[in-house]
């Protein structure tokens, strides 16, 4: 069960796979991402991640490549990986071009690259207390539904929650909740979701929109729109959704503690309804 890469038309071992440093995700970040999880030897959500790859591949200009393509290109180093839980990360750059900020006419070829590690899950133990968040200033740009690989706001944020001994920064712009450096974020109050809703201001998570349609489906409201701090810090439950993580509590912001500091039942139920599709093998394509 090796842990392996694809790179431009090879299979190679991780530490083997090597971009020029011309290559323009990594002189400039062009270029975008996803992340995706497989359970029982399924890749989880394939179809989402892929219509959401095409869109960041359109949103951004980068042509050459389609995503029928790197969907057999990720099917293939998966099944090649033998990982049946892994992690998947697929990158398209622009591809290789001397250093100039403009990519003009010339058509480039993208680099692309998919690695197949084995999942590392959520500690049960923080699964069961819930973890600490900090908020961070919103200092992002505009554009945040393409998932790009330039994630430097993203990184600084998540090394200052680290610093501080919690599990995610949340981005608050003006006084709202935008998302986490690598999650979406729900409130609970009296029974319903809040959460952000879509725009350019926040990522279309895979796993928010599932969660936001398993919440449905077991009857619970949702709301989306826009989410102030105040609300977050005095919501019945806080919890945070990503590929990795599916649905976990927050049970401390800012060292302000979420109700009586437990993981609540709503987020326990949705974290339980969408392991039971995960188990049940449910098509989340
Ligand atoms: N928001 C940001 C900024 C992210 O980077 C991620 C995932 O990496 C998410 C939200 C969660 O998205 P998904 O559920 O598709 O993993």
Redesign the pocket.
């Known amino acids: 069960m090796p842990e392996i890469a694809f790179l431009n038309g090879e299979f190679m071992p991780i530490e083997e796979a090597k971009v020029p440093v011309d290559d323009r995700g990594y002189q400039f970040g062009d270029g975008v991402y996803e992340?995706i999880e497989s359970y029982a030897g399924q890749l989880w959500a394939l179809e989402r991640?892929l219509n959401?790859l095409r869109r960041s591949l359109s949103e951004t200009g980068i042509s050459g490549i389609t995503v029928e393509e790197v969907r057999e290109w990720i099917l293939e180093t998966h099944r090649k990986s033998g990982i049946s839980r892994a992690l998947v990360y697929v990158q398209i750059t622009r591809g290789v071009a001397p250093r100039k900020h403009a990519w003009m006419t010339t058509p480039l070829r993208p680099t692309l690259l998919i690695t197949v590690r084995r999942f590392v899950p959520v500690p049960e133990e923080l699964r069961e207390s819930g973890v600490r968040a900090i908020t961070v200033p919103e200092i992002r740009w505009a554009r945040?539904d393409i998932?790009s690989i330039n994630?430097l706001p993203?990184v600084l944020a998540a090394q200052r929650a680290w610093e501080r001994g919690a599990f995610e920064a949340i981005f608050v712009d003006g006084g709202y909740v935008t998302?986490?450096?690598?999650?979406?974020v729900f409130a609970v109050r009296d029974g319903k979701l809040l959460t952000p809703a879509e725009g350019p201001h926040?990522?279309p998570?895979?796993?928010?929109g599932l969660v936001i349609e398993i919440a449905r489906e077991e009857g619970i409201g949702v709301e989306e729109g826009s989410l102030a701090l105040e609300v977050v810090m005095k919501a019945d439950e806080v919890f945070l959704?990503?590929?990795?993580i599916e649905v976990l509590g927050v049970t401390s912001i800012d060292g302000w503690t979420v109700r009586d500091g437990k993981v609540g039942p709503v987020t326990r139920r949705l974290f339980e309804a969408f392991m039971e599709r995960v188990e049940k093998g449910f098509d989340a394509s």
Do not use: D, P, Q, Y
């Open positions: 992340v991640h959401r945040r998932k994630l993203n998302e986490g450096a690598a999650t979406n926040i990522l998570g895979i796993t928010r959704t990503g590929t990795g």
